[in-house]
């Protein structure tokens, strides 16, 4: 059982970039998926959230109406799209799955990737 975050890289504040969630040996789709980040000396912290079954999607205040979440179930992948990045949005940035249908915090997450680093900078 495996996730790998990726896309990660240096933006320019202002821009956009797109992170991906990949599953392997269980079906992301059967799974609440959930990206979250971790900038140095800080506790990781939700970004943004997506139901199983409903799809129904959650984002940190902080990020909404800037950040995007979606799953392709095809292709067991969900993806993060960054826009309007902010030296804010720095961070290590993971994707976890949840068996629940509404996971409430970090510790309800049971699969974590790797994290995939997003420095912003000029």
């Known amino acids: 059982v495996q996730l790998q975050a990726s896309g990660g890289g240096s933006v320019q504040p202002g821009g956009s970039l797109r992170l991906s969630c990949a599953a392997s040996?269980?079906?992301?789709?059967?799974?609440?998926i959930g990206w979250f980040h971790q900038a140095p000396g800080q506790e990781r912290a939700g970004v943004s959230c997506?139901?199983?079954?409903?799809?129904?999607?959650y984002y940190a205040d902080s990020v909404k109406g800037r950040f995007t979440i979606s799953r392709d179930k095809a292709k067991s992948m969900v993806y993060l799209e960054m826009n309007t990045v902010g030296p804010e949005d720095a961070a290590v940035y993971y994707c976890?799955?949840?068996?629940?249908?509404?996971?409430?915090?970090?510790?309800?997450?049971?699969?974590w990737g790797q994290g995939t680093l997003v420095t912003v900078s000029s």
């Open positions: 976890a799955a949840s068996p629940l249908s509404r996971p409430q915090d970090g510790r309800e997450y049971e699969y």
């Open positions: 040996g269980f079906t992301l789709a059967d799974y609440h």
């Open positions: 997506i139901g199983s079954s409903d799809g129904i999607t």
